[in-house]
């Protein structure tokens, strides 16, 4: 199971990666992809949605739950994964990749002190 | 309920469970001022053949539409149920009132919810209906809730004349979520179109429209569907099911989600329940929508099996962020309403549509022939009208109930709605019954 060293990672599990210090892409971790099984849908925000560090900004559904999915940072969606609509599976195949959630514009790179590294987060989830 | 008797050994044996001498020990805790000192004051024992003789007198008090002509609407209609609704429905295999449990056991219930949904969907023009819900009045507020839900804003307009039972109902559903219901004008007995334009704003969740509405009449359901849509809120319509044996279906005319009182399709009217909400949406809320959801699978031998379906939206797994807390839906009554639609059928279905469509509008004629009787709106109506009478309705109802006739309701009793006596008739009624009507209230007026 692979947790890349180059992204920051929330308690809830999901996943940042910071390009050109201004954009956030999102996405959730390997991890919680093999725990939440074949993901079936998700809902996704409207683009222009502001959204605050650790709260939610959608919700994610496997056969046998649903759950809520935090944003690692503040600031506005500025994309969506419209891939996602008709292949949600592409999260279970690629979580890091293909599989990513929202992109957002983010408001405060100090909030990234808030989030843990790989190393962290692996020693979260007993891995 | 079955007959559990109360033996003295059964007693001793209960008090020396409990671990007490006896039952004035048992209930010591409650104060000696509230308890009755003596015995009750019973009648002596009856046998069983006084009793049953007494509860029929009593029974035959009541006024019942096989010894009454009805012309009661509002909500709740006396059409006609083909004996073989009851007959299926109370087969042992499917004769209970609740939603199944251990759901993927009950196969033939599953599949016969199945059937419902698709029923619905055909009938409504939705993309999907649910396993359905209490009542018209709770599907409405359910239908509410999941708008304000989804657009996460807080106003209801309410275009034209609703059922105001189901509004009360609204009010209660959705008072903890401090929604702010607007009503529009309807002088003219229909959703006043300008006002509507005044009303609808980028703050409302939806509009809800009631086709025919509560008088009967016909709504401009093509203008309200585009006010409504202008302003990215949903637009729920509220069905009469009959009526979409003639009517164009909601679906095609651009409702979001359709909801309605299914006490139509074959249920009894029994005191005003239990009763049947239809719930229908398009495809995009469909994991927004309350209630229960059968689907159809395929099972590990390839053979066709039915499950309950999206069942994360609901409460059991979502807990407090589900849509809704309904995880129920009124099996009995929707299987009434399946076994019904599958009587009557497509034709048959328009064919009552019809007879009530012709019937209304015979008597609604004949009234207003009457000296000092007139139809109260200039609009098309469906099965149901409004007459202003030259006498106070309460007497027009107090006098002619004593004739066995039921002339329909008097609307000043719900404020805001004006004064008159709203009038339905269904197929059942027959021209001798209308006439006998119309003769009594010339009676009445003469």
Redesign the interface.
């Known amino acids: 199971m692979q947790f890349p060293e180059n992204l920051r990672y929330t308690k809830e599990h999901e996943w940042v990666r910071v390009e050109n210090d201004s954009i956030g892409v999102v996405g959730i971790t390997d991890y919680a992809q093999s725990e939440l099984g074949d993901i079936v849908?998700v809902?996704l925000p409207q683009i222009g949605k502001q959204v605050k560090q650790l709260e939610p900004f959608g919700?994610i559904?496997?056969?046998?739950?649903?759950s809520?999915l935090f944003s690692p940072l503040s600031g506005e969606v500025i994309e969506v994964n419209e891939k996602l609509k008709d292949s949600p599976d592409l999260i279970n195949k690629d979580p890091y990749g293909e599989g990513w959630i929202i992109k957002i514009k983010i408001s405060d790179l100090s909030e990234l002190d808030n989030l843990l590294s790989a190393e962290d987060y692996k020693k979260l989830i007993g891995k | 309920m079955g007959f559990v008797p109360n033996t003295e050994e059964d007693k001793k044996e209960m008090l020396k469970a409990i671990g007490v001498s006896s039952f004035e020990e048992l209930i010591s805790d409650i104060p000696a001022e509230i308890r009755l000192k003596e015995e009750l004051n019973l009648p002596e024992p009856l046998s069983e053949y006084e009793v049953l003789k007494e509860l029929q007198d009593i029974s035959e008090k009541n006024l019942d539409l096989n010894h009454a002509i009805c012309f009661l609407g509002g909500g709740a209609y006396d059409h006609f149920i083909p004996s073989a609704v009851f007959t299926i429905i109370s087969r042992s295999e499917f004769y209970t009132a609740y939603t199944p449990y251990q759901a993927e056991v009950s196969q033939g219930t599953l599949q016969s919810i199945y059937e419902y949904q698709t029923m619905i969907c055909r009938l409504t023009g939705m993309d999907a209906a649910n396993a359905s819900m209490y009542d018209g009045g709770s599907a409405l507020a359910e239908a509410v809730l999941l708008s304000i839900g989804y657009t996460e804003r807080k106003e209801v307009v309410v275009a034209g004349p609703v059922n105001p039972n189901y509004l009360k109902v609204v009010k209660t559903y959705t008072h903890p979520r401090k929604a702010q219901i607007k009503l529009t004008k309807f002088d003219a007995g229909v959703c006043d179109i300008e006002d509507l334009k005044q009303k609808v704003t980028d703050n409302t969740a939806c509009v809800i429209v009631q086709q025919p509405n509560f008088f009967g009449n016909i709504e401009d359901v093509f203008e309200i569907e585009r006010i409504t849509h202008l302003h990215g809120a949903l637009f729920i319509v509220a069905i009469d099911p009959i009526s979409l044996g003639l009517l164009v279906p909601p679906g095609e005319y651009g409702a979001d989600i359709v909801v309605g009182e299914g006490q139509p399709l074959g249920i009894p009217l029994s005191f005003g329940g239990p009763y049947l909400g239809i719930f229908a949406v398009k495809e995009f809320l469909i994991r927004k929508m309350p209630g229960r959801l059968s689907g159809i699978t395929i099972d590990r031998n390839g053979e066709r099996g039915f499950t309950l379906t999206l069942q994360t939206r609901e409460q059991h797994i979502r807990r407090e962020k589900a849509t809704s807390n309904i995880c129920t839906n009124q099996g009995l009554m929707m299987l009434a309403a399946t076994v019904y639609m599958a009587l009557m059928g497509k034709q048959g279905l328009k064919e009552v549509a019809t007879l009530c469509l012709q019937k209304s509008h015979y008597l609604a004629e004949k009234i207003s022939q009457i000296d000092g009787f007139k139809l109260k709106y200039k609009q098309p109506f469906f099965k149901e009208f409004v007459v202003e009478t030259p006498l106070p309705v309460s007497l027009i109802k107090d006098k002619l109930q004593a004739k066995k006739i039921l002339p329909g309701i008097d609307i000043s009793k719900f404020a805001g709605y004006g004064d008159g006596l709203l009038i339905a008739v269904t197929e059942k009624r027959t021209k001798k019954e209308m006439d006998i009507f119309v003769d009594e209230l010339k009676n009445l007026a003469g």
Do not use: C, G, I, Q
């Open positions: 849908y809902e919700t559904e496997a056969v046998k739950a649903v809520d």
